[in-house]
């Protein structure tokens, strides 16, 4: 079985064939490829987006059984937008009635039109998946370096990055002191643990603002300072561990002509439309049937 590590970004394995490429490519391929819904209308082509993003995890060495959390979170905003256009979409009677449930009639437009919407949510989330899936702290940093992004702005991002893993810690800790002195929300209604959760944020940002003050007399301790030496280059270490190769040039630019294409094909040739979309002919089929 592959092994795993935990990281603030989730799971991720220990060795993978991904990490041979540059982050920088794997930062550019969340970039870009989360872009393809937006210009995409026809579901098929979305959902084979996510069967990509799935291939992409196998032969990374993902354990896809990590992935079973994002489920209940997938088919939740499924049934969240399909009420939202059609229980809370109103009454329009200039549309085709598909069916009735107690009398309210659900819309064929309206039907297709949250398919639509879902069918374009539902890549980007994988794809940030799988960049979380697949991408360490560190990953991210040398993606940001390499972009030449300032230094000041990736020294906030990695300390930011950092903190989210020590509020999560001082939030076991806060759990486990209540635990200890006898506080057992089993059983309480779910407003009465709101309160309670609401409560943590008074010494959560107590301890937040006490690490900030830490890291502040740290850098000043240590005489650092964001622009460096007058004249002087700054050492960047990790970004010399990773070499940007032929390869990831190559992977760079099929990224960039994919998305090229899908412009092309979308505005230049009128296809990835609802027009010619094969799941919207099945929808129509179904919910239509031979009514005009």
Same mark, same amino acid.
């Given at each position: 079985?592959?092994?795993?590590?935990?990281?603030?970004?989730?799971?991720?394995?220990?060795?993978?064939?991904?990490?041979?490429?540059?982050?920088?490519?794997?930062?550019?391929?969340?970039?870009?490829?989360?872009?393809?819904?937006?210009?995409?209308?026809? &579901?098929?082509?979305?959902? !084979?987006?996510?069967?990509?993003?799935?291939?992409?995890?196998?032969?990374?060495?993902?354990?896809?059984?990590?992935?079973?959390?994002?489920?209940?979170?997938?088919?939740?905003?499924?049934?969240?937008?399909? +009420?939202? /256009?059609?229980?809370?979409?109103?009454? /329009? &009677?200039?549309?085709?009635?598909?069916?009735?449930?107690?009398?309210?009639?659900?819309?064929?437009?309206?039907?297709?039109?949250?398919?639509?919407?879902?069918?374009? #949510?539902?890549?980007?989330?994988?794809?940030?998946?799988?960049?979380?899936?697949?991408?360490?702290?560190?990953?991210?940093?040398?993606?940001?370096?390499?972009?030449?992004?300032?230094?000041?702005?990736?020294? +906030?991002?990695?300390?930011?990055?950092?903190?989210?893993?020590?509020?999560?810690?001082?939030?076991? #800790?806060?759990?486990?002191?209540?635990?200890?002195?006898?506080?057992?929300?089993? !059983?309480?209604?779910?407003?009465? *643990?709101?309160?309670?959760?609401?409560?943590? #944020?008074?010494?959560?940002?107590?301890?937040?603002?006490?690490?900030?003050?830490?890291?502040?007399?740290?850098?000043?301790?240590?005489?650092?300072?964001?622009?460096?030496? *007058?004249?002087?280059?700054?050492?960047?270490?990790?970004?010399?561990?990773?070499?940007?190769?032929?390869?990831?040039?190559?992977?760079?630019?099929?990224?960039?002509?994919?998305?090229?294409?899908?412009?092309?094909?979308?505005?230049?040739?009128?296809?990835?439309?609802?027009?010619?979309?094969?799941?919207?002919?099945?929808?129509?089929?179904? +919910?239509?049937?031979?009514?005009?």
């Amino acid at each position: 079985m592959q092994k795993m590590n935990k990281t603030i970004l989730g799971y991720v394995p220990e060795e993978s064939p991904l990490y041979r490429i540059h982050p920088f490519v794997r930062l550019l391929f969340l970039m870009v490829v989360s872009l393809f819904p937006m210009f995409i209308s026809s &579901p098929e082509w979305n959902f !084979g987006i996510i069967l990509l993003v799935l291939a992409i995890l196998v032969y990374s060495r993902v354990n896809l059984k990590t992935l079973r959390v994002y489920i209940p979170l997938s088919i939740s905003m499924g049934v969240l937008i399909l +009420l939202t /256009h059609t229980v809370l979409g109103g009454r /329009h &009677p200039e549309f085709f009635v598909a069916f009735r449930i107690f009398d309210f009639p659900f819309y064929y437009e309206r039907i297709v039109a949250a398919v639509d919407v879902y069918a374009r #949510i539902l890549p980007m989330i994988f794809v940030m998946v799988l960049f979380l899936s697949t991408s360490r702290e560190r990953d991210i940093l040398v993606a940001f370096r390499w972009a030449r992004i300032p230094f000041v702005v990736t020294y +906030l991002g990695a300390m930011a990055l950092r903190s989210v893993g020590m509020v999560i810690e001082d939030f076991s #800790i806060v759990r486990q002191a209540e635990k200890a002195r006898g506080f057992d929300p089993q !059983g309480k209604s779910i407003r009465y *643990k709101m309160r309670q959760f609401v409560m943590y #944020i008074i010494p959560l940002f107590a301890l937040a603002l006490r690490r900030s003050d830490e890291f502040a007399n740290a850098i000043v301790a240590r005489g650092y300072s964001f622009t460096g030496l *007058k004249g002087v280059d700054r050492a960047d270490y990790i970004l010399h561990q990773y070499e940007f190769r032929t390869r990831d040039a190559v992977l760079s630019g099929i990224i960039f002509l994919s998305l090229i294409a899908v412009l092309v094909a979308r505005y230049g040739f009128g296809y990835l439309s609802l027009d010619d979309s094969l799941t919207v002919q099945l929808l129509e089929s179904l +919910l239509k049937g031979g009514a005009q």
